[in-house]
């Protein structure tokens, strides 16, 4: 069984950084993309950013030079550094994955459960 967990979620001002973790753990052969989606209240849930197993990256252009999205393969790792925060930012952050599973080989993609990220003053 694959999972991800995501953590770092919490309160922050607007202006302020705040950076996210999603871990994958299991029975995992290979990591694909992996990416970061996020809900508002009341919205549909919305691609932050996603990046390759080979480090392309492609983002949002709400968060174009605000986010980055580093990914640490050897860690089956992935982080959402998230700078000059706004209030519109507020959302339940998920983190996304497409892999294969091992020793089958099965093509899965999996979702965390999500984190909340909230900016307020």
């Known amino acids: 069984q694959v999972q991800l967990v995501e953590s770092g979620g919490g309160l922050v001002q607007p202006g302020e950084s705040l950076r996210l973790s999603c871990a994958a753990s299991g029975s995992i052969f290979r990591i694909n993309a992996m990416g970061w989606y996020r809900q508002a209240p009341g919205k549909q849930r919305e691609l932050v950013a996603t990046i390759t197993h080979n480090g392309r990256t492609n983002y949002a252009d709400s968060v174009k030079g605000r986010f980055t999205i580093p990914r640490d393969n050897a860690k089956n790792t992935m982080y959402l550094q998230m700078n000059n925060l706004k209030p519109e930012d507020t959302a339940v952050y998920y983190c996304?994955?497409?892999?294969?599973?091992?020793?089958?080989?099965?093509?899965?993609?999996?979702w965390g459960q999500g984190t909340l990220v909230t900016v307020s003053s």
């Open positions: 996304n994955a497409a892999l294969y599973s091992s020793p089958d080989l099965k093509y899965l993609e999996v």
